[in-house]
Nanobody
């Protein structure tokens, strides 16, 4: 069974940067998504990458600040986060094994456990 493990979360001041990593075991993955969720709020999509060609998508709230990238040989995906703001705080999840849907409503079947990001002002 495919398993995902996120890492790289932590605490950072507003304006700072973090890079999140997600490692997959068991199989290759060519479509990935990054999501985040604050306590009591719905999970929202942050970024996605599709196919070996690496087509990338971003939520309007992070466009120009976040960058998604993938390493197919290592079965890993990354999220570089720059110019962080307080409302970027939340639990970040990676996902893969897409079942369907069009961006931003991709439907993933495998999710990681999450890594927490706290941005202080």
């Amino acid at each position: 069974q495919v398993e995902l493990v996120e890492s790289g979360g932590g605490s950072v001041q507003a304006g700072g940067s973090l890079i999140l990593s997600c490692a997959a075991s068991g199989t290759r993955n060519y479509v990935w998504g990054w999501y985040r969720q604050a306590p009591g709020k719905e999970r929202e999509v942050v970024a996605g990458v599709f196919g070996m060609g690496g087509t990338k998508y971003y939520a309007d709230s992070v466009k120009g600040r976040f960058t998604i990238s993938q390493d197919n040989a290592k079965n890993m995906v990354y999220l570089q986060m720059n110019s962080l703001k307080s409302d970027d705080t939340g639990m970040y999840y990676c996902a893969t094994k897409i079942r369907g849907g069009a961006w931003p409503k991709w439907d993933f079947s495998v999710w990681g456990q999450g890594t927490h990001v706290t941005v202080s002002s």
